[in-house]
DNA sequence: TCTGGGGTCCTAGGACCC
DNA sequence: TCTGGGGTCCTAGGACCC
């Protein structure tokens, strides 16, 4: 039995999450901004309409935000993450295999279910709105890349209300025809460039290249997606989550850092925050990074950037010693004298917990008295809030903390913050 | 004053092995 | 006058995604 793929996509996420506890939002154009309240990451309807392109810079385009009174918020990812759980739990009601592949986006299987599938979709999306109040889109097909597709088409046609079959429309070529490549998934600005260069516009151009010729131009990735189009499945339905094999945690500073002092509060706090994420999929990292950079944007002023690894005698997930690792990596990269902008941590050479080989020759470890203490930190962390428990070196004031000028309420997450009727 | 923060996969080329 | 064949592993860089 072929499979058929749903591709279930939340409408303008972010935005929907605070209209959700903001109904006066509705109608009104809404913008939310990266982390730092730097770029512009997530557009309602209206604000597209007015012009705000994605991704732009906060400060660019402030006078249109004036102009057109649009409504400002900085990302509340405590916020969105939960709404994308509830999102999830509701789409799993009406398939049971589910992939769920962004914080707003999930495939799902249909295969047997009820034969009108546009049907089934439509009270998919009745569904989610209800039960969490985030409006959906739906795009249906064979493939995961025509299923991509779809709910772009559904996206963009209001006429079609938010649910497209592609498997169902009679005419491929004319609807291939007036696809851009760039507007397939898998094909970023590289390829389209490429692509373009060949002659290709297309995604009916595209998909009638020779299979030589792809694979050549665009690797085994771009004959898979070619593939796709052609109706072949080649992306399998991914159910299980694979634990990640790096991670990194970094931030932009609010303001610009000049000290080794505050550098290193910093670091220590993403060092942290990414050792919790080490711990979370039960795993240890055996090469950690460090990372520095000043603002490149400020072209009048010095920069520096630089990079520094180190391999651990035991891979490990122990947040004391990988602080300290890292604040000793950092010692030998900064450079006092500039105005930096920005520091991290990545951890690679990620391993599962129970692969870890100890070393015979380091003396003074204890790992089961380590792994106790990191379990009960992280219990109460969880169930009484983040940074209940922090280390020392993760400082209090954080005069370099991010900025987060327009932000809504923890309303799911918090029980000080859940909204009040009155 | 002001420009985000995560991830994945693939390939070519160098180092090294026998 | 003349320069093997066949592997593996690692890394950097490029492509992509949200």
Redesign the pocket.
């Known amino acids: 039995l072929k499979n058929i793929f749903a591709l279930v ?1 939340c409408n303008n996420f972010y935005v929907s999450c605070e209209r959700v506890f903001n109904p006066s939002l509705e109608h009104r154009p809404v913008v939310v901004l ?3 309240d ?2 512009v ?1 997530a557009r309602s309807d209206e604000a597209k309409k007015i012009g705000i392109p994605f ?1 732009a ?4 385009v ?1 006078e249109m935000i004036k102009r057109y009174n649009i409504a400002v918020f900085s990302s509340n990812y405590t916020l969105y993450g939960d709404m994308s759980a509830r999102v999830m739990s509701c789409l799993n009601k009406f398939s049971p295999e589910i992939e769920i ?5 999930a495939f799902l299987s249909l295969r047997g279910m009820k034969s009108d599938l546009t049907e089934y979709a439509h009270e998919i999306r009745l569904n989610v709105k209800q039960c969490t109040g985030i409006p959906v889109s739906v795009g249906i097909a064979q493939t995961k890349t025509l299923a ?1 597709l779809g709910n772009r088409i559904a996206k963009k046609n209001p006429a079609f209300n938010g649910v497209f079959d592609i498997s169902e429309n009679p005419d491929m070529k004319k609807l291939l025809d007036s696809v851009q490549v760039s507007d ?11 692509l373009n260069s060949h002659g290709i516009y297309t995604a009916l151009q595209l998909k009638e290249m020779p299979d030589k010729w792809i ?1 050549k131009n665009m ?3 771009g004959l898979r997606l070619v593939w796709e189009l052609r109706n072949r499945s080649c992306l399998p339905l991914e159910e299980v989550t ?11 500073f609010g ?2 850092v000049k000290t080794i002092e505050e550098a290193a509060e910093a670091l220590a706090s ?1 060092v942290s ?2 050792a919790e ?1 080490l711990r979370i999929q039960k795993s240890a990292t055996s090469l950690i990074t460090v990372f520095i950079t000043t ?1 490149r ?2 072209k009048e002023e010095c920069q520096y950037s630089n990079t520094i690894s180190n391999e651990l005698p035991v891979p490990s997930s122990y947040t004391p010693e990988l602080i300290d690792y890292s604040l000793r990596l950092l010692k030998l990269i900064f450079k006092p004298g500039y105005n930096y ?2 520091v ?1 941590i ?1 951890f690679s050479g990620i391993i599962p917990e129970e692969e870890i080989q100890q070393n015979l020759f380091l003396k003074n470890r204890d790992p089961e008295k380590q792994i106790k203490l990191m379990q009960t930190l992280d219990v109460l962390n969880k169930n009484m809030g983040k940074n209940t428990i922090c280390f020392a070196s993760e400082g209090i004031k954080k005069k370099w903390h ?1 900025k987060r000028s327009f932000l809504s309420k923890k309303f799911t997450t918090c029980w000080d913050e859940i909204p009040v009727v009155k």
């Open positions: 996509d990266s982390n730092n730097g770029n990451v991704g810079p906060f400060f660019k402030q592949y962004s914080i707003d986006e991509k397939i998934w898998g094909v970023g600005p590289g390829y389209t460039r490429k694979e690797t085994i990735t694979h634990s990640k094999k790096g991670i990194v945690s970094s931030r932009s303001k610009p993403y925050r990414a994420k603002n944007f400020k902008k920005k991290g990545m991010m």
